[in-house]
């Protein structure tokens, strides 16, 4: 599935320290009537106060099967565990500012640019940090945007 040049690979200990960590943020979709993967998602719970909120780490369709609604379903998989589960107030994700397809399919799923980070990716490409307001931050507080772009700090 990470055939994708867009999608992060990690090493296989980050997969199962999270894998430990946050189970629950973990879900995989198969093709119908198959075993074969068709895509995942994986992500995380953290912040404090009104920045508790869920993180998708990675999301990911292979290719053969984009636009059948599988990453719809991965999204709200994990929307649906940070509100029921974790009571958070948001959700958010980094996205590479070139990635045009991507950033279009999110904001149709309700997300926002919250800001730009400057050289997020290696150091060599900027990203937006996109957030959805979950019903938890009643004043949409969370998805206010920043005026100005910003470099990584320890929490991205």
Do not use: C
Not at 33 to 41: A, P
Not at 59 to 65: A, H, K, L
């Amino acid at each position: 599935v990470n055939l994708d040049p867009l999608t992060e690979t990690y090493v296989m200990p980050f997969y199962m320290q999270y894998l430990a960590k946050w189970p629950e943020y973990f879900m995989a979709t198969r093709a119908p009537g198959s075993e074969r993967l068709t895509g995942y998602v994986m992500g995380k719970v953290e912040g404090k106060g009104e920045k508790w909120h869920g993180h998708v780490t990675a999301v990911t369709v292979s290719p053969d099967y984009r636009r059948l609604g599988y990453a719809k379903q991965l999204m709200k998989f994990l929307e649906d565990v940070t509100e029921k589960v974790h009571n958070g107030y948001f959700v958010d994700l980094y996205v590479r500012m070139s990635n045009d397809v991507a950033i279009g399919m999110y904001k149709k799923l309700g997300y926002s640019i919250y800001r730009q980070v400057i050289n997020y990716y290696s150091g060599e490409e900027d990203a937006y940090d996109m957030r959805k307001a979950l019903p938890r931050d009643v004043h949409k507080k969370s998805i206010i945007p920043l005026p100005h772009p910003v470099h990584p700090g320890p929490d991205d």
